[in-house]
């Protein structure tokens, strides 16, 4: 069974540009849970998506969003990058989160802003 | 206030040595789910456990072995001989499911940085 797949691993963006990063989960998994990892911020959560629907948002600014398609493949989206921007962001797929099924992560996309 | 904390910021240990990871959470919900991730260089969260609130038995797995204890809001791990693949970040994290798992997130500690020397 193939785990979480997140493409690209490497991004270089200048200030004010715009990126898309893709999510792939695994097989059946309905929800998708996205984060940032920061050295000084730690793991943070972003949103989750389940069966194409938003269910819930951390404390990010709008300039983060997020979708997710009916194959439950998800997209996030950054506008408007700032330098702070530079993390390793993270995509989990999950099974049932309603009965706290463990989520497994990808291996991240590693977004450098310059 | 932070939710999972983990006082350990960083552990150096000598190969063959036990180790504890100590983790504390802070929860108003009576159900909830707790889990370990390890996290190596290459970057990816690799999933070790995971306990719900209702079950506090003990868990071991091979040199892994948990202790949940919920007077204490306490989610320990302790890696037995430990050897140099270990080293790693590990981290503690928290799911609350209040609104019917439609709250859905994990609220992760801030890690603790592993290394074992040969």
Known sequence: KAGVTQTPRYLIKTRGQQVTLSCSPISGHRSVSWYQQTPGQGLQFLFEYFSETQRNKGNFPGRFSGRQFSNSRSEMNVSTLELGDSALYLCASSLDPGRGTEAFFGQGTRLTVV | ?118
């Open chain 2, 1 to 118: 206030a932070q939710k999972v904390t983990q006082a350990q910021t960083e552990i150096s240990v000598v190969e063959k040595e036990d180790v504890t990871l100590d983790c504390v959470y802070e929860t108003r919900d009576t159900t909830y789910y707790l889990f370990w991730y390890k996290q190596p260089p290459s970057g990816e969260l690799v999933f070790l456990i995971r306990r719900n609130s209702f079950d506090e038995q003990n868990e071991i797995s091979g040199r892994y072995s948990w202790n949940f204890q919920k007077s204490t809001s306490s989610f320990n791990f302790t890696i037995t001989a430990s050897q140099v693949v270990d080293s790693a970040v590990y981290f503690c994290a928290l799911s609350e499911l209040s609104g019917g798992g439609s709250n859905y997130k994990l609220t992760f500690g801030k890690g603790t940085l592993l290394t074992v020397n040969p």
